[in-house]
């Protein structure tokens, strides 16, 4: 098993930064991917950034140029910079993470990213 616990969630005004960061213990050596999901009320759950353990990212195209994903292996924490925020980016994150690529079995339980208007 693979526990997640990630941090940094709050409120911010659009246009200014956060940053989040999940730790993940347990069975780490398993997990090959990990990122972020977000999902705000009344909309799906979307895929907001990944980063496999050689380093190749993916983004959601919401977030392209706003949003920075990075790894520390060692450390087994992932960490999602939030640039240019806007309202709609609004919405609980998740991180994930893989141990096949693409196949998100391990969910942290979330944090809230209030972004105001």
């Known amino acids: 098993q693979v526990q997640l616990v990630e941090s940094g969630g709050g409120l911010v005004q659009a246009g200014g930064s956060l940053r989040l960061s999940c730790a993940a213990s347990?069975?780490?050596?398993?997990?090959?991917?990990m990122g972020w999901f977000r999902q705000a009320p009344g909309k799906q759950r979307e895929l907001v950034a990944t980063?496999?353990?050689?380093?190749?990212?993916n983004y959601g195209d919401s977030v392209k140029g706003r949003f920075t994903i990075s790894r520390d292996n060692a450390a087994n924490t992932v960490n999602l910079l939030m640039n240019s925020l806007k309202p709609e980016d609004a919405a609980v994150y998740f991180c994930?993470?893989?141990?096949?690529?693409?196949?998100?079995?391990?969910w942290g339980q979330g944090t809230q990213v209030t972004v105001s208007s």
């Open positions: 980063i496999t353990t050689a380093g190749t990212t």
């Open positions: 347990g069975s780490i050596l398993r997990i090959n991917e």
């Open positions: 994930v993470a893989a141990v096949l690529t693409g196949m998100y079995n391990y």
